[in-house]
Nanobody, 125 residues
Framework: QVQLVESGGGLVQPGGSLRLSCTIS????????VGWFRRAPGKEREGVSC????????YYTNNVKGRFTISGDNAKNTVYLQMDSLKPEDTAVYYC??????????????????WGQGTQVTVSS
């Protein structure tokens, strides 16, 4: 059974940084596409970024491109989302998701079968 656990959320001032982690258990990270999603209060869950560590594929949505960096550590079965230059509008619950794939990734929510429990990110002064 594949399980995902996120960590690293918290309260940060505008312009600050946080690094989120998503650790996969039950299988090997290299077999999965992993996406990061977020849900802000009163809004639907939206895609943020994704990665497939077997071929290095990454993708960022326009609203985080240049500020967020996604990476994977196969030895630790962990995907990271480094978030810099944070803005109040980045405030949301952040979720990681995974699904078996030979390569590539997507931020289409319905693609993913496995989800973490979420971690809160609050950007406020």
């Amino acid at each position: 059974q594949v399980q995902l656990v996120e960590s690293g959320g918290g309260l940060v001032q505008p312009g600050g940084s946080l690094r989120l982690s998503c650790t996969i258990s039950g299988d090997t990270l290299e077999n999965y596409a992993v996406g990061w999603f977020r849900r802000a209060p009163g809004k639907e869950r939206e895609g943020v970024s994704c990665i497939h560590s077997s071929d290095g594929s990454t993708y960022y949505t326009n609203n985080v491109k240049g500020r967020f960096t996604i990476s994977g550590d196969n030895a630790k079965n962990t995907v990271y989302l480094q978030m810099d230059s944070l803005k109040p509008e980045d405030t949301a619950v952040y979720y990681c998701a995974a699904d078996a794939a030979p390569g590539g990734c997507t931020v289409v929510r319905n693609f993913y079968d496995y989800w973490g429990q979420g971690t809160q990110v609050t950007v406020s002064s």
